[in-house]
């Protein structure tokens, strides 16, 4: 049973969306729209690029102006056209994102990391529940394993993901290793 929940979870998890732009309001009389970039991957958005705004409908970029923050959509050069795309949210899948988004060598996607087992040297200390970034720095928030909280420790704690508490990652195992977190997680 805990078998098929954790499947079930992970199917759901790669059917979910990111995301990651919002257009804001028209400016101008020829259909430009403010643009909220909510990525790390500014170059994803290009002229020609498509992305959801809900589960299955989508736009696309006619126009961007990155130094501006402005977008033309779909073609439309109304602004009483465009209106109805004010606030809109734009989505892409895990897979878009994996294909349209170059990561440098040390990088990962945070939805790859989430669910990876966390371990100190050989023991396991717990689990990525997400990431969140605070000020310019990544943390993992990590769910302490059961064994160490009924030893009284916290169910949860952060651990910045940088040098040098990060060691070593591995996406295909699902297992990252630090150093450090242990004496984080027993001051938290």
């Known amino acids: 049973m805990v ?105 990962y996607f945070f939805f790859d990391l989430e669910d990876c087992e966390v371990y100190e040297e050989s023991k396991l200390i717990g689990c990525v529940q997400e990431l969140d970034r605070i000020g310019t720095t990544n943390y993992l928030i990590i769910v302490t394993d059961e064994s160490l909280v009924e030893d009284g420790l916290p169910k949860s704690f952060l651990v910045p993901f940088i040098e040098p508490f990060k060691k070593d990652v591995d996406i295909q195992k699902k297992r990252i290793t630090l150093s450090g977190a242990l004496d984080i997680l027993e001051a938290s």
């Not at 259909?31 to 909220?36: L, P, R, Y």
């Not at 809109?88 to 988004?101: F, P, Q």
């Open 3 to 107: 078998l098929a929940i954790k499947l079930m979870s992970q199917y759901f998890k790669r059917e979910a969306l990111l995301h990651i732009a919002t257009i804001g309001k028209t400016v101008g009389i020829k259909g430009d729209m403010k643009f909220h970039d909510k990525s790390d991957f500014p170059d994803q958005f290009k002229v020609g690029s498509s992305f959801l705004i809900n589960r299955s409908d989508r736009i696309t970029l006619s126009d961007v102006n990155q130094e501006r923050g402005l977008v033309k959509i779909n073609n439309l050069s109304n602004p009483q056209d465009c209106k109805k795309f004010v606030n809109t949210k734009l989505y892409a899948t895990y897979e878009e994102t994996r294909k349209n988004c170059h990561l440098e060598k040390g990088e």
